[in-house]
């Protein structure tokens, strides 16, 4: 009986049947390849979009800080007022008012209002609003940029050791090792202070003590064996992997290999580093400028101005909290967003994509 | 079997004593130093268009001399001789030209294909590699190759996650054979897919090796699948050659008692066939490669096992046309 059936179908027609049966039911996007897929599952995740939307709005705003600064606080939020007034309810109020014991001043406290001192004004007499701006492009700034001076030394650090392994592996292992050895911010602090209190003076290189770059940079390098050695290891695997194997027996270049096999396997992992990253540098970035060996004067930012609010706590708390906020929504908003894209880019659940 | 007979001119490949070892254990402290022998010292040949199997328990180190035939692996000692040149010690430049002649199937195809690339580009990339032509000329090798496989130009821009075992590893044939290779090492090409799979993707490389004159290493555990596909066979047991032979000379009247063994535990559909009692049950476990045994590396779980076997290694000895084995006491 079983015979009879056998010879009536034939083998390509049970070939067909089987591989029909045995193919996975997919929807129509699955096809759109990876890229996309993870994309439309960051879509769908309503909290990274507010996240995404509540950062693009930050972004916007500290972006126009100048505009703001011009056409809405009329103020310089660089200069010190302590002799200016502001008008609030009709009447012209002086920015900075003796305490009626007469002991110091209290600077002006928030108007609420679309327009000077909105914030109130800080211990200088400087708007506010006007300086959470700029602060705030500051904070981003290096957020950023030493963001990308981590990812870039990790991934170059990360894939030579994984990829080539031997003696290179062994040297940058032993280099991040060393790196990873000291305490993070005691490391920040170590190099903060040396740093700024010389800059930097190597032949024609010259550095100045106030240049943004020195933050960028400390920030940038400290936190690269956290970054590379995940890589490392992530490309060590790939490196071993079957369809690497494949890809040498093709005759493949080392060079074509690392492009076409390892890097658009490492490049999701460095996708939900970065906001991680950004989130974990702008907390340093800010750290240090509290300390005051961060982001230095002239240069405001999210960090310093919450020093600047240090000593009004008690009596114009909102100097300090207002950037404290701006940090910590920030913050959070692109940990909501490392957190989508791991869940929509991680290798291992990339075999349940669909 | 014709093929086999007077051939030595044809010999496609030829590992001589060809030896892989691994250091595990402690890279400092040398008395945990350990070496594991994953081959030990294999010799065989494969005549142009047979097809040889190599059969044995996982870990007896068929993959890794599989791997070690395409360079995947640096061989510690030994030859491997192809088209008459030892390729053993070349460059990766100078191996570039012999790359496109050996290509190897995986075990498992979906770890074999890269899950970040469309068929089109899986199939393309060793076209692109060899420059095998204009852009045109590429996507229409590409679309007969899948057609060659079993699978059509509908396929071309899908995501590997998107197809069955079987069909991935139709991926993964049509890039083995994209070049016209010589030879193709097949590692355990089924072993991961559904039995009902197995036998179609057993017919297509059965297929291939007719249509395009293919000499295959097909490397398996399955003894089934082995005695459908080889025409010889070379049971490897902790890393060397038992016994070499053709296929149905193996199979009827196996010469080293591991083989006996093997066959005999393969389960038989019919039952009125079935070996009722004759199975030979083995004793014990494959012992650790790292502390083989003394002597025959089989004695301890051999079931003819005599003094000498736990002294005297047994060399791989001809006892007939095309047959060989390692053991004091052949069975035949």
Known sequence: MASEIGAAISDQDYARVLDAWTAPELPASAAQGYWHAALAKVRRNRAAMVAVVALFLFLTSCVMAPLYAHLVAHINPFKSNLDGTVLIGGKQVPVMQSASNGLGVTPVGPTWRFGPYMLGADGQGRDVAARLLYGGRVSLLVGAASTVICLSFAVLLGIAAGFYGGIINRVISVMLDILWAFPIYLLAISLSIILINSGIRIGPLVVHSDDLILPIAIIGIIYVPYVARPIRAQVMTLRRSDFVMASICLGASDLRILRREILPNVASTLIVFTPIMMALNIITEASLSFLGIGVQPPSASWGTIIRDGEHLLYTRPLVSIAPGLAIVITVVALNILGDALRDALDPRAKLTLH | ?332
């Open chain 2, 1 to 332: 079997m014709n093929m086999l007979t007077g051939a030595t001119g044809r010999v496609l490949l030829e590992a001589r004593s060809v030896s892989k070892r691994f250091n595990v254990g402690s890279r400092i402290v040398p008395a945990l130093r350990k070496t594991v022998h994953a081959v030990d010292g294999v010799s065989l040949q494969v005549v142009r268009g047979e097809t040889l199997g190599i059969v044995g328990e996982s870990g007896c180190g068929k993959s890794t001399l599989g791997r070690c035939l395409v360079r995947l692996h640096e061989v510690s000692e030994g030859e491997i001789i192809f088209e008459g040149r030892d390729i053993t010690r070349l460059s990766r430049r100078a191996l570039r030209p012999i790359r496109r002649k050996i290509q190897m199937v995986f075990q498992d195809p979906a770890a074999s294909l890269n899950p970040r690339h469309r068929v089109r580009d899986v199939v393309a990339e060793p076209l692109i590699i060899h420059e095998f032509g204009t852009h045109s000329e590429i996507d229409a090798r590409v679309v007969e190759l899948l057609r060659v496989v079993g699978l059509s130009a509908d396929h071309l821009e899908r995501f590997p996650h998107e197809f069955s075992g079987g069909q991935r590893q139709r991926i993964g044939i049509a890039r083995a054979i994209a070049l016209e290779p010589d030879l193709v090492i097949a590692d355990e090409p089924v072993s991961a897919l559904d039995v009902s799979v197995q036998a179609q993707v057993v017919n297509l490389f059965q297929d291939l090796q007719e249509r395009l004159g293919l000499t295959y290493i097909f490397i398996a555990h399955d003894l089934s699948v082995i005695r459908q596909v080889a025409n010889r066979v070379a049971v490897m047991y902790l890393g060397s050659v038992v016994e070499t032979g053709l296929t149905e000379a193996v199979f009827d009247h196996p010469a080293h008692p591991y083989t006996q063994a093997l066959i005999s535990a393969v389960p038989v559909p019919d039952p009125d066939r079935a070996h009722r009692g004759r199975r030979i049950l083995l004793k014990g476990d494959v012992p650790n490669p790292a502390a083989p045994p003394s002597g025959c590396r089989f004695h301890p779980r051999c079931s003819y096992a005599q003094a000498t076997c736990r002294d005297v290694r047994p060399a791989l000895t001809r006892i007939g046309p095309h047959r060989e084995v390692a053991c004091h006491f052949p069975l035949v």
